[in-house]
C-alpha cells in the first residue's frame, strides 16, 4: 500500500524568506500524481502544485515549486518569498494514475503548520 | 466557475443526536467525495460517488452514517447517531471524472459533539 510521510509537523520562516517542506512516499507504481495542498484556517484545501510522475521538469507555479526526486521517492514543496497569506497547514498527497475508479483515492500525508514571522 | 458549496458551515450537537451535512459540487463533475477529517490530521475518504452511484465506502461507518447523491449532483451526509469521536471537519470534494485530478475542495462542516 502507498503511503505518504511528512516529517515535519510544523515549520516557521520570516516573511519574505524561502522555505521548504518536506515529503517522502511509499509505492511500487511508475506512473503517479503527487500534490501539494494549502489548507487555511478557512478550512479550504487548495491545490498549490502538482507532479505528474513521468515528467522528469520539476513543477513551478509562481512562488512555488517542487523538488521531485523519483528514485528517492521525494517531493518536496519551496515556498519562495514567503507571506503571511502563506501561513497555512500544508498537505502532500499521492495519487495512482492507473486503475479502476476505486484506486484514485488520494493517499494523505499528515500535514505540516507553516508559520510566517512578520 | 463556481466552486463546490457545503453547508452548514458549523454545527454543535449532543451526542446521540443527528446531522446532516450538504454539498454541491461544481457543475459537470461526475465524481463526488465526502473527506472526514479530524484535527491535526490529514483527510480521511468516508465515501465516493461517480454521478449517483457508490464507488467506495469501505470507511464509511455504516452504522451511524449514510450517504446519497440523488440525481448524481448534490449530495447529503448524515450521522445518527452522533459520537463524541464524530468531531471534526466534514469535506466534499468533487472532480470532473474519477480519473481526472485534481479534487476540488468546499470549505467543510466543522462539527461538534458535546
Known amino acids: 500500500a502507498q503511503t505518504v510521510t511528512q516529517s515535519q509537523p510544523e515549520m516557521s520562516v520570516q516573511e519574505a524568506e524561502t522555505v521548504t517542506l518536506s515529503c517522502t512516499y511509499d509505492t511500487s507504481e511508475s506512473d503517479y500524481y503527487l500534490f501539494w495542498y494549502k489548507q487555511p484556517p478557512s478550512r479550504q484545501m487548495i491545490l498549490v502544485i502538482r507532479?505528474?510522475?513521468?515528467k522528469q521538469q520539476n513543477a513551478t507555479e509562481n512562488r512555488f515549486s517542487v523538488n521531485f526526486q523519483k528514485a528517492a521517492k521525494s517531493f518536496s514543496l519551496k515556498i519562495s518569498d514567503s507571506q503571511l497569506g502563506d501561513a497555512a497547514m500544508y498537505f502532500c498527497?499521492?495519487?495512482?494514475?492507473?486503475?479502476?475508479?476505486?484506486?484514485?483515492?488520494?493517499?494523505w500525508g499528515a500535514g505540516t503548520k507553516l508559520i510566517i514571522k512578520p | 466557475e463556481a466552486g463546490v458549496a457545503q453547508s452548514p458551515r458549523y454545527k454543535i450537537i449532543e451526542k446521540r443526536q443527528s446531522v446532516a451535512f450538504w454539498c454541491n459540487p461544481i457543475?459537470?463533475?461526475?465524481?463526488l467525495y465526502w473527506y472526514q477529517q479530524i484535527l491535526g490530521q490529514g483527510p480521511k475518504l468516508l465515501i465516493q460517488?461517480?454521478?449517483?452511484?457508490?464507488?467506495?465506502d469501505s470507511q464509511l461507518p455504516k452504522d451511524r452514517f449514510s450517504a446519497e447523491r440523488l440525481k448524481g449532483v448534490d449530495s447529503t451526509l448524515k450521522i445518527q447517531p452522533a459520537k463524541l469521536e464524530d468531531s471534526a471537519v466534514y469535506l466534499c470534494?468533487?472532480?470532473?471524472?474519477?480519473?481526472?485530478?485534481?479534487?476540488?475542495f468546499g470549505n467543510g462542516t466543522r462539527l461538534t459533539v458535546t
Open positions: 460517488f461517480q454521478n449517483n452511484g457508490v464507488v467506495d
Open positions: 470534494a468533487s472532480s470532473h471524472d474519477g480519473g481526472t485530478p485534481p479534487l476540488h
Open positions: 498527497a499521492y495519487r495512482s494514475a492507473r486503475g479502476m475508479d476505486s484506486n484514485y483515492q488520494l493517499i
Open positions: 457543475s459537470g463533475h461526475a465524481t
Open positions: 507532479q505528474e510522475a513521468y
